[in-house]
């Protein structure tokens, strides 16, 4: 079956620091992968998503390559800010499923 | 702006009782969804649906059931809730006509349902 693992959390950057947020995964077919985040009080976001091998999603100044031999989707930004704190979510669908298999999520915190 | 609303932001209810969440969209979408969210768990798919009146159970349905009578509206039903029903209930629709990637799904505020 599918299934996505993500790095531990919670995660406290300062600001203008760089985020990596690790993201593994595990699927049958070839996967279509996704980033979504969740402010404080609100729901799910799509952030970015790429559907094949070495595409790059980028969104907000967020950033993440489809790596197909490592299995990976890792989450990146350059330089964080206050607004960026929330918990991130990462994602996969197979085929023309409608279903996500989701992550377990990493809550960032950035502080002054 | 796709808009996905749900009935409570927060609700406390009593183990045995019946419990009703309702989710609502306004883009006229085919497919909807429940999930609940748990630290460490991530998000689970409870329930889903891909047309007025159709159904079919996620990965965690038990005691749980569903009712879309109406496309903009998906109703999630705990018949006797229970303390472990304790959980951040969200709902999400997508377009549905493609499916896989192409087809973004939109959540909801969710709803923190405490059963005591």
């Known amino acids: 079956g599918n299934s996505v693992t993500q790095m531990e959390g919670p995660v406290t950057l300062s600001e203008e620091a760089f985020l990596t947020i690790n993201c593994t995964y595990t699927?049958?077919?070839?996967?279509?992968l996704f980033w979504y985040v969740q402010y404080p009080g609100e729901g799910l976001q799509l952030l970015l998503k790429a559907t094949k091998a070495d595409d790059k999603g980028s969104n907000k100044g967020f950033e993440a390559t489809y790596r197909k031999e490592t299995t990976s989707f890792h989450l990146e930004k350059g330089s964080v800010q206050v607004s960026d704190s929330a918990v991130y979510f990462c994602?996969?669908?197979?085929?023309?499923?409608?279903?996500?298999?989701f992550g377990t999520g990493t809550r960032l915190q950035v502080t002054l | 702006d796709v808009k996905v609303t749900q009935s409570s932001r927060y609700l406390v209810k009593r183990t045995g009782e019946k419990v009703f969440l309702e989710c609502v969209q306004d883009?006229?979408?085919?497919?909807m969804f429940w999930y609940r969210q748990d630290p460490g768990l991530g998000l689970r798919l409870i329930y889903f649906s891909y047309d007025v009146k159709m159904k079919e159970k996620g990965d965690i349905p038990e005691g749980y059931s569903v009712s879309r009578e109406k496309k903009e509206r998906f109703s999630l039903i705990l018949e006797s809730a229970s303390t472990n029903q304790t959980s951040m209930y969200l709902c999400?629709?997508?377009?549905?006509?493609?499916?896989?990637?192409?087809?973004?799904?939109?959540f909801g505020p969710g709803t923190r349902l405490t059963v005591l």
């Open positions: 999400a629709s997508s377009l549905g006509a493609s499916g896989g990637a192409q087809d973004t799904q939109y």
């Open positions: 699927a049958t077919g070839y996967p279509s």
């Open positions: 994602a996969l669908i197979t085929g023309t499923a409608s279903k996500l298999t």
């Open positions: 883009m006229d979408h085919e497919n």
